[in-house]
């Protein structure tokens, strides 16, 4: 199955974001991940939606939120027509003997210390999905205490 990546502008109404995914969940549709936030008008908010399927499902889902009364674009980003982020921070280390290994591996990959704990350390990070995943995977032997990413978000080119 392919990962996709949609661009859903819609009214900025209560509920809406509720009835999208209402929508993916009575049609049996997996959202991997999604964010929503207000746009430069305030009347629309931009929901990035990260779905898996094939092409008929990809489909069927765009006919289907361009049914909703509140939904005013549906916009498919691919990896050539769109710049994709992701945020994540993330709780890691076990005492004194992991902070400098911590640190190299933030500084490799640029990531910010943005708290700094008796036994641990707080990482935030912004970049491609894959970045993300990379970064998590080099710090998971100093000991993930806890971990939030954020999901895609995603603007079309040009």
Same mark, same amino acid.
């Given at each position: 199955?392919?990962?996709?990546?949609?661009?859903?502008?819609?009214?900025?109404?209560?509920? #809406?974001?509720?009835?999208?995914?209402?929508?993916?969940?009575?049609?049996?549709?997996? %959202?991997?991940? %999604?964010?929503?936030?207000?746009?430069?008008?305030?009347? %629309?908010?931009?929901?990035?939606?990260?779905?898996? !399927?094939?092409?008929?499902?990809?489909?069927?889902?765009?006919?289907?939120?361009?049914?909703?009364?509140?939904?005013?674009?549906?916009?498919?980003?691919?990896?050539?027509?769109?710049?994709?982020?992701?945020? #994540?921070?993330?709780?890691? $280390?076990? !005492?004194?003997?992991?902070?400098? $290994?911590?640190?190299?591996?933030?500084?490799?990959?640029?990531?910010?210390?943005?708290?700094?704990?008796?036994?641990?350390?707080?990482?935030?990070?912004?970049?491609?999905?894959?970045?993300?995943?990379?970064?998590?995977?080099?710090?998971?032997?100093?000991?993930?205490?806890?971990? #939030?990413?954020?999901?895609?978000?995603?603007?079309?080119?040009?």
């Amino acid at each position: 199955m392919e990962k996709h990546v949609l661009s859903v502008l819609a009214v900025n109404n209560s509920g #809406v974001i509720g009835r999208v995914a209402g929508l993916f969940s009575r049609r049996g549709y997996s %959202i991997q991940s %999604i964010s929503a936030a207000q746009t430069e008008n305030p009347d %629309i908010s931009r929901m990035t939606i990260v779905v898996e !399927g094939n092409e008929d499902t990809l489909e069927q889902i765009d006919k289907q939120l361009s049914k909703l009364v509140d939904v005013r674009e549906v916009i498919l980003l691919s990896e050539n027509n769109s710049v994709r982020r992701e945020h #994540v921070l993330v709780k890691a $280390g076990n !005492g004194e003997e992991t902070r400098n $290994g911590l640190i190299e591996v933030a500084n490799l990959f640029k990531a910010k210390v943005v708290d700094v704990g008796m036994d641990n350390l707080m990482l935030e990070l912004t970049g491609e999905p894959r970045t993300i995943s990379a970064f998590i995977r080099l710090i998971e032997p100093y000991g993930i205490k806890n971990l #939030v990413r954020t999901g895609i978000s995603a603007l079309e080119r040009g």
